[in-house]
Antibody
Framework: EVQLVATGGALIQPGGSLRLSCVAS????????MSWVRQAPGKGLEWASL???????YYADSAKGRFTISRDTSKNTVHLQMNSLRAEDTALYYC??????????????WGQGTLVTVSS | SYVLTQPPSMSVAPGQTARIPCGGN??????VHWYQQKPGQAPVLVIN???DRPSGIPDRISGSNSGNTATLTISRVEAGDEADYFC???????????????FGGGTKLTVL
């Protein structure tokens, strides 16, 4: 059974750093594309980052230069390192597996989310 | 950057058909995915690749995409269909080297 468990969310001061983790089971994160999507309280979904199975990474404009997505193959885990955090980064952060059909990507399994609150 | 536009809310009576639009510039040449999100839950993929249904999604739910509008259609609406629905595409940017996910703002479907 495919499962994604996201952890690492916390209350953090503006300018601080946080690393989110997403432990996967039922599949290999290195053989799949993985993504992070966030949702501010009461708002819609916002895509944050994507990592290919080959290691290429992509970021939303709001995340470029501040967020880094990576994988730990030994722990079958995907991380999102977030630096220089701002109040507008406050959100529930979901990790998701990317389903690849031909050249099309959809997000077929989602974790339960981990809450990041940026506030002084 | 690419923009997807959805109506914030829609309402439909049980047994009727809900058609949720997702507008974007020439969206017909992109591939659209749809997600359902119920309160307090993670999103669930209900339509991938414009019109394909993942395993477990009822055939009452369908998708189409043409021109400047993609549409999620829910036939014979039930109380359990009440949720937020989000459309999503990938945009490669002007140089086609980037890869950015884009979500519509979401439509809250209310079953009367």
């Amino acid at each position: 059974e495919v499962q994604l468990v996201a952890t690492g969310g916390a209350l953090i001061q503006p300018g601080g750093s946080l690393r989110l983790s997403c432990v996967a089971s039922g599949f290999s994160v290195t053989s799949n594309y993985m993504s992070w999507v966030r949702q501010a309280p009461g708002k819609g979904l916002e895509w944050a980052s994507l990592i290919y199975s080959g290691g290429s990474t992509y970021y939303a404009d709001s995340a470029k230069g501040r967020f880094t997505i990576s994988r730990d193959t030994s722990k079958n885990t995907v991380h999102l390192q977030m630096n220089s955090l701002r109040a507008e980064d406050t959100a529930l952060y979901y990790c998701a597996r990317v389903r690849v059909t031909g050249s099309y990507f959809s997000l077929d399994y989602w974790g339960q989310g981990t809450l990041v609150t940026v506030s002084s | 950057s690419y923009v997807l536009t959805q109506p914030p809310s829609m309402s439909v009576a049980p047994g009727q058909t809900a058609r949720i639009p997702c507008g974007g510039n020439n969206i017909g040449i992109k591939t659209v995915h749809w997600y359902q999100q119920k309160p307090g839950q993670a999103p669930v993929l209900v339509i991938n690749d414009d019109s394909d249904r993942p395993s477990g999604i009822p055939d009452r739910i369908s998708g189409s995409n043409s021109g400047n509008t993609a549409t999620l259609t829910i036939s014979r609406v039930e109380a359990g269909d009440e949720a937020d629905y989000f459309c999503q595409v990938w945009d490669t940017g002007s140089d086609h080297n980037d890869h950015q996910g884009v979500f519509g703002g979401g439509t809250k479907l209310t079953v009367l």
